[in-house]
């Protein structure tokens, strides 16, 4: 019989017909309160997975790896990769990567399978409808971006949100966590060098920044902080990664990482 998931004609026929600014608006209204992803039902994350797509069909950006809209300082609203590549980038990074990809918002699941995808139809027509109601601008009310984990003792660690900075002049990109522990502010900063790789090499579209991880710096309340170097890994390197930008206007961004994960990112005002 026919794969009910492979029926529609396109991924954009699973909701109605909708602007650039209300399939924009579906999107985050898909993301709103999976806490970047991590608590996403498989419906709500698969149907996140087809706007991305949808998106990146009509991304308006040529070269975006080149394009100055890619700096500046970015809200991360959603992260998303397969059970698979969640496993083998664990594997890949080892149990300090694995921790820093967790601090930093950067996990969380995207199901693959043709049930999920079918399923996410009916979740991304409710918030299409939703989204072709009426006018919500993102900025008009942030998102919710923090989450309490409660500890042993009792307190938590709140997380406030997940941050990328970019300066594509500079070649420099951080990913930043702000939390607070006790209610006193924590950063956690990973600093890294970044340069566009060839065209060549992604199908003639420079959309791709190649990246390697420098230092952590851990900035607790008043105190010093606290910069651990990242060269001794890899030989000398540190850890390396790519980035795709698959999708680029001036306010909003969307990628793709070396280890199968899926990025939503807003500019921050």
Known sequence: SADPAASSSSDSDSVPDLTLYQRKQLLLRLCANTDRGKNATPEIAAAIEEQVCALEAINPTKDPALAPELSGKWSLLYTGSSLEAAASRAEQEGP?????????????????????????????????????????????????????????SGGGVE???????IDSEAGTVQNRAELELFGLPLEVRIEASCVPVPAEQTGGESRRLAVAFQRVAIKFWKLPPLVVPLGWIDNGKGPEGWLDTTYLDDDFRLGRGDKGSTFVTVRRK
Not at 130 to 141: I, S, T, V
Request: charged share 20%; proline share 6%.
């Open 96 to 152: 300090i990567g694995s921790a820093l990809t967790e601090v930093t918002g950067s996990s969380g699941n995207v199901p693959t399978t043709v049930k999920a995808k079918a399923e996410a139809r009916a979740a991304a027509a409710a918030a299409a409808a939703a989204a072709a109601a009426g006018p919500r601008m993102y900025e008009d009310k942030p998102l919710p971006l923090g989450r309490s984990i409660s500890n042993k």
């Open 159 to 165: 997380n406030k949100g997940n941050f990328q900075d």
